[in-house]
């Protein structure tokens, strides 16, 4: 009897030991999904798994700002390095020291040095400045000498060589071409609001003729101011100290035409 019971306890223990426990059913695991809202990211606003977490960032867009300005930026910084270049070669060919340009010129030798290293771009009366003394055509300061002269020219006007005097709120167009300079020196200027030609008044040889195709410019010439609208024009020997502001609200325009062949 006691063999027996043991025999039932231990059948009643294993039996117990093999009933089925009750379990919760499988499920899968939910795929965890983050829609991105608009219009921080994602503007479609479809849903991404959770592999996606990395938040959007407004400093990508800027970065990428930043990138696409890179180009003009980088190529700034070379005309800046070329002007430097073509002035000491200009200063070398003549066997003139700092101090000798500096004296003829009236700029700094300090100047000087940072212009031909590239470390600075020449405002607008020290180049004139520059190139008096040394007997050169600013088109030194574009990037061309014309030394192809061609018989016949046609330019863009996409193509045309600019630079700008970001100090002045001037840009300039050249419209010579690749003539070699010559008896005239044709410019586009661009002035915006409040551009103007410097604090100090400038000379250079020859004369200077001014047409404006809109807005307004101020002149001082001497002691004499003179303000033109569109369609006006002025012509004077540009060996006289003078000066200009724009003299309209908005961007002006002026065509200017240099003889002597020197001109900004």
Not at 205 to 227: K, L, N, S, T
Request: hydrophobic content about 35%; some cysteine; glycine content about 10%.
């Amino acid at each position: 009897m006691e063999r027996a019971g043991r025999a039932h306890g231990g059948a009643g223990r294993l039996a117990a030991r093999r009933r089925p426990r009750h379990r919760q059913p499988h499920r899968a695991a939910p795929l965890r999904l983050q829609r991105l809202r608009h219009p921080a990211g994602n503007r479609s606003g479809i849903a991404r798994g959770s592999f996606s977490r990395r938040p959007y960032r407004r400093g990508r867009l800027n970065m990428a700002r930043r990138k696409a300005a890179q180009p003009a930026e980088a190529k700034s910084a070379y005309e800046t390095e070329l002007v430097g270049e073509r002035l000491r070669a200009l200063r070398l060919a003549q066997t003139l020291t700092l101090s000798r340009l500096s004296a003829l010129s009236g700029v700094p030798a300090s100047t000087i040095s940072k212009i031909e290293n590239g470390q600075l771009r020449p405002n607008l009366v020290h180049a004139i400045n520059l190139a008096e003394a040394l007997e050169e055509n600013l088109g030194f300061l574009i990037g061309r000498y014309r030394d192809r002269p061609e018989p016949v020219v046609v330019v863009k006007a996409q193509e045309r060589n600019t630079i700008h005097y970001g100090d002045m709120g001037l840009t300039l167009q050249d419209l010579n071409g690749h003539f070699k300079p010559g008896v005239l020196e044709s410019r586009v200027g661009i002035m915006a609001p409040d551009a103007h030609s410097g604090v100090d008044a400038m000379t250079h040889q020859g004369e200077e003729f001014c047409y404006v195709i809109a807005g307004a410019i101020r002149y001082r010439i001497a002691d004499e101011i003179i303000e033109l609208t569109a369609g006006d024009y002025l012509q004077f020997k540009s060996d006289i100290r003078h000066s200009w502001e724009n003299a309209h609200s908005g961007e002006t325009r002026v065509l200017w035409v240099f003889s002597n062949g020197l001109s900004f």
